[in-house]
């Protein structure tokens, strides 16, 4: 059930690479030992004619200086790098206006290093909501075997960006704009980093007033009414308890304390948060693409993500009560709803069905699991409505970058120092891959398959897995061939239609609102059909049901546009 759509090789620069570049760029891309790049270098010399260093460290160039960036600092290292030294190195290969604006993500988080101890990394990582083909930049990192304080680790980082968003910066002799668009952490980090109280005290919602009380050694919210909290009030010191320590985050201009801190990150509150504690208990298998949920505990974000939207809906129904299915459908459909922007006119449904759910929740499962995650469901609409669907509130990309991070580390050895000269190699040679399709839609013949390039993220070929595809007339089809025009936007699908596809449930609306369809293999129409590429709507996922050659199709969400 899964797509190939994000499997597009990309291809390197076209610049002509000699061997000492190539193996550079191998080694650094691939994070080789220094011993294994010796071994290669030795191998080439031999059978070539190639002068190459007998040095890896040589070949790489590293600073032998990098240490002397290091500070001791109480409890600790710290290494900065800057926010400025990221864009301009990121961007360098980047076509930039007058009038760009560069919108910032943020996002602070603690990383175990080691089983074997308790030392842990603190970065700052930063991405560019707007220009999304640009990977995450490490601006900072803390080292030690407990948080760092906060005064000192926030206090460069808040300097540099006050700085920016007042000069703005110089990219290419070219002056842009930069604005921080949300810090994105989960819980602890949210806490820690704006010296409130954690998210299981009694004062720990972000966003509301609303007051926790302790059930069965719970902490648990029932209060979905709560005011709101206020970036005026979080600055004066209002909310009693809610207030542990002055924030550095107070300095940050142009900040909203309560509004720019997100708390419905999709992986932490959806994925690992409410799904994972909806299905923890239900202790069964299914014979799919997704483990048994005997192993729900190991699953990763993205499996309960793949799950949620794609088969939760039916595969549940055959294992829950019909209380607790028509109870789980209200937090389906809202998520669907709240996931693409192509149903943003439905996002007030969508936060009148979550509120729903988290006040039936107390019903279906007890009070005592009202927790934190739960009700923070109910700041879900205000969030995506000031900044988007759910998918642009996630810190998916920045957990990859912490496993990047720790996949930096060669031993236990000097280990920031380590991680700070891969990161100063992949900077130094750093080049922007670009898709090795430059111009959307494409086609891509290999033997006899042909596959379309629909667009970034969207590809159609024959077969189960990757041929079907939504019209925007509300038809299930399968993708056979294309034919070639000579104006390309104009191209035609040759496809299969499926007939008489009907709705997957009805509560608590008809699965069509949000386009997924249910149908039978043995309904195709017996002629071929030509479509229009402009009539695509989205890609399909096929999910197989108990009675033969029966499915549900479910649009792949990143491939809905509006």
């Not at 070949?59 to 290494?79: C, F, H, M, P």
């Not at 299915?325 to 709803?337: A, P, Q």
């Amino acid at each position: 059930m899964e797509s190939s759509d994000d499997d597009i090789d990309p291809a390197a620069s076209d610049d002509p690479f000699s061997a000492e570049d190539a193996l550079r760029q191998w080694a650094i891309s691939t994070n080789q030992t220094y011993d294994s790049i010796a071994q290669v270098m030795d191998i080439v010399r031999k059978v070539s004619s190639c002068n190459l260093p007998k040095d890896a460290r040589t070949l790489l160039k590293i600073n032998r200086k990098i240490s002397a960036d290091i500070l001791t600092v109480e409890g600790g290292q710290y290494w900065y790098y800057g926010v400025q030294k990221c864009l301009t190195n990121k961007l360098s290969n980047t076509s930039l206006n007058s009038d760009t604006t560069l919108l910032l993500n943020v996002s602070i988080d603690g990383l175990p290093i080691f089983k074997s101890n308790n030392l842990q990394f603190w970065p700052i990582l930063i991405n560019i909501h707007n220009m999304p083909e640009i990977p995450v930049m490490i601006v900072s990192i803390y080292s030690g075997t407990k948080k760092p304080s906060i005064e000192y680790f926030l206090k460069q980082f808040i300097e540099e960006i006050n700085l920016l968003t007042s000069n703005g910066v110089q990219i290419n002799d070219v002056r842009v704009d930069v604005v921080v668009r949300a810090i994105i952490a989960d819980s602890p980090a949210r806490a820690f980093i704006k010296g409130v109280a954690n998210f299981n005290s009694f004062d720990g919602c972000l966003k509301c007033t609303t007051k926790g009380v302790k059930m069965q050694g719970r902490t648990t919210f029932l209060d979905c009414s709560a005011p709101k909290r206020t970036d005026r009030h979080i600055r004066k010191r209002k909310y009693g308890g809610h207030h542990k320590l002055d924030s550095p985050l107070l300095l940050l201009n142009n900040f909203d304390l309560v509004k720019q801190i997100i708390v419905c990150d999709q992986l932490h509150l959806i994925d690992l948060g409410v799904t994972k504690r909806i299905l923890i208990g239900l202790l069964f298998e299914i014979h799919r693409k997704f483990r048994s949920l005997h192993d729900v505990n190991h699953w990763k974000g993205s499996e309960f993500s793949s799950f949620l939207y794609y088969a939760s809906f039916s595969v549940l129904k055959n294992i829950m009560s019909d209380e607790q299915h028509k109870h789980y459908m209200l937090y389906f459909c809202s998520i669907t709803l709240f996931s693409s922007n192509i149903y943003k006119e439905h996002w007030l449904l969508a936060n009148n069905l979550i509120t729903l759910f988290v006040k039936k929740y107390v019903d279906v499962y007890g009070p005592q699991f009202i927790s934190s995650n739960v009700h923070n469901l109910t700041h879900i609409f205000e969030e995506v409505d000031e900044f988007g669907p759910l998918r642009t509130l996630s810190s998916y990309l920045f957990e990859n970058a912490l496993q990047h991070i720790k996949n930096l580390l060669r031993n236990g050895w000097r280990s920031l120092e380590q991680v700070i000269n891969r990161i100063a190699e992949q900077e130094a040679y750093y080049v922007h891959k670009k898709d090795d399709i430059s111009s959307y839609p494409s086609i891509k013949q290999r033997g006899n398959i042909t596959t379309l390039h629909v667009r970034k993220g969207f590809c159609l070929k024959p077969g189960h897995r990757d041929g079907w595809f939504l019209t925007k007339s509300g038809n299930v089809c399968q993708y056979i061939n294309v034919v070639a025009q000579e104006n390309v936007t104009s191209l035609k699908i040759i496809a299969r239609k499926l007939s008489n596809s009907t709705h997957c449930f009805d509560y608590p609306f008809t699965s069509k609102l949000i386009n997924m369809h249910r149908g039978n293999l043995r309904s195709f129409e017996e002629t071929e059909v030509q479509i229009d590429l402009q009539d695509v709507k989205c890609k399909l996922v096929a999910v197989p049901l108990p009675k033969d050659n029966e499915f549900d199709f479910v649009p792949l969400v990143h491939t809905l546009i509006e």
